[in-house]
């Protein structure tokens, strides 16, 4: 029986990238391998523009498009290798409309707007400009006049208790919220987030049946640790996730996907 590679879905900012928006040199030539040990997905809040230039940068895929399949916008763009749209999970209009009128009356806090391709601002702050320059994001101005159709929204803001707030009016409406970062808040439609955007292109990839193992830092990521119990987290993870995972990983010492080919079911590529 052929021996099946194993799937392995990591979650970049904080995980695969560190602070200094670095992947390590070791991750860095396991991805570049023309024969890769695992199938590797990326599971990320990020658009495909700002995935595509983060691993340019450290010369990975900058001629051609990405080969992985990839888990976007905390699972509401999902992609088959080569860049391939396979589903993307809009917001209903009516929860669009509820976004648009929240964002008029809470200018104390930044928002992010994320159609398929592109990413809009409102309220931008110094705070907020950081994040966007942090997470690689290419910004234009929010406009309400506009009909737009988006699939995510980030809220920032440097006062937890603010975002707090806004958690519980978008848990009315049945929106899907989940914190990256104790300053930034995500929204996706119901139903719609990391864990299951990672099933359904396990599914339609025919992978169902590998070994699976999974890394996050984040609240974000704690749906797909829900799909294993091959979980892993980088040692400057908060307790919360590091509590999760079957591993913790130092990634700035020894990168991250080594360890995790090492596994904790010794699936070793």
């Known amino acids: 029986m052929k021996t099946r590679k194993p799937v392995i879905c990591f979650d970049l900012d904080g995980t695969l990238v560190d602070e200094h928006s670095r992947i390590h040199p070791r991750d860095v030539e396991i991805l570049?391998?023309?024969?890769?040990?695992?199938?590797?997905?990326?599971?990320?809040?990020?658009l495909l523009p700002s995935v595509r230039r983060l691993f340019a940068r450290h010369g990975l895929f900058s001629d051609a498009p990405l080969p992985f399949p990839l888990v976007l916008q905390n699972g509401a763009a999902l992609y088959r290798p080569g860049e391939e749209l396979f589903a993307y999970h809009a917001f209903p209009p009516e929860v669009r409309r509820f976004f648009v009128d929240l964002i008029l009356v809470t200018p104390g806090v930044s928002f992010l707007v994320f159609t398929q391709h592109e990413t809009?601002?409102?309220w931008?702050?110094?705070?907020?400009?950081?994040?966007?320059?942090?997470?690689?994001?290419?910004?234009?101005?929010f406009t309400t006049q506009n009909e737009?159709?988006?699939s995510k929204v980030m809220a920032l803001s440097e006062y937890p208790e603010r975002l707090a707030i806004i958690a519980r009016l978008a848990a009315r409406q049945?929106?899907?919220?989940?914190?990256s970062l104790e300053?930034?808040?995500?929204?996706?439609?119901?139903?719609v987030h990391k864990g299951r955007g990672l099933g359904e292109l396990l599914a339609g990839l025919?992978?169902?049946?590998?070994?699976?193992?999974v890394a996050g830092d984040g609240g974000n990521d704690l749906s797909m640790f829900e799909l294993t119990p091959h979980t892993f987290a980088p040692l400057t993870a908060p307790e919360e996730i590091r509590s999760r995972a079957c591993r913790v990983v130092d990634v700035a010492a020894s990168g991250l996907l080594e360890p995790m080919l090492e596994g904790c079911g010794g699936f070793a590529g």
């Open 206 to 213: 025919g992978l169902e049946e590998h070994p699976l193992l």
């Open 183 to 191: 300053t930034v808040l995500e929204f996706t439609p119901a139903g």
């Open 148 to 150: 737009l159709v988006f």
């Open 120 to 122: 809009l601002e409102y």
């Open 174 to 179: 049945g929106i899907e919220h989940s914190y």
């Open 32 to 46: 570049s391998r023309p024969d890769p040990p695992a199938v590797f997905i990326p599971c990320t809040g990020r």
């Open 124 to 141: 931008p702050t110094d705070f907020s400009r950081r994040l966007v320059q942090r997470f690689d994001l290419e910004v234009q101005q």
